[in-house]
């Protein structure tokens, strides 16, 4: 069973600084990690003067870039639906684990990056799924015993839970 977990924050939080620091920590001890990132927004990878963006806008429904340092695959959606999660998922190459970012809504076990500074509500009080917090202030009384409490300054408190959450991941399947 794929282990999956879910980096969910509000823009600005650290996500990405935390997620880089866990990436590379991992990677260094010979784990093979993937990472999909969700956006809301139209993405663009190429000029659209180069043949793959023009190969792509003639009508491939997907075009391989390849080259001797990475490939990437386009895949056109041409006005149907946006593939599920678990799709999304099939399609990444086999990884000791899968981070996702921007999958708030999302049935899945997630670390919730969280700074007061950042003005938003976290998504702990009301969303089960989330199993720690990695945030810059101390742990707010009458939080559910089960969420485990991080300080967001010592990323190594964060990459320490999460060995102990894949180990324990691991034991269950």
Request: glycine share 6%.
């Given at each position: ?18 997620l ?10 010979g784990r ?9 927004h ?14 792509r ?8 870039v ?13 006005g ?9 998922l ?6 000791d ?10 049935p899945i076990?997630?670390l ?20 720690a917090?990695?945030a810059d ?7 559910r015993p089960?969420?485990?409490?991080l ?11 999460l060995?102990?959450?894949l ?7």
């Open positions: 069973m794929q282990q999956v977990l879910g980096v969910v924050g509000t823009s600005g939080s650290g996500k990405t600084t935390l880089e620091y866990l990436l590379a920590q991992l990677a260094q001890q093979k990690v993937n990472v999909i990132k969700h956006s809301h139209d993405l663009q990878f190429e000029p659209q003067h180069k043949d793959s963006a023009r190969l806008m003639a009508g491939a429904a997907e075009v391989m390849a080259s001797p340092f990475r490939y990437a695959i386009i895949h056109e959606l041409r149907a639906a946006e593939p599920s999660l678990e799709e999304q099939a399609r990444m190459a086999p990884a684990l899968t981070l996702l970012e921007g999958f708030k809504s999302y076990d997630k919730e990056v969280y700074r007061v500074e950042a003005g938003r509500a976290p998504l702990y009080p009301h969303d089960e799924h989330v199993l917090v990695a202030h101390a742990r707010p009384e009458g939080l089960s969420v485990a409490w300080d967001l300054n010592q990323p190594e408190q964060v990459l320490a839970w060995l102990t959450h180990k324990k991941n691991s034991a269950n399947c």
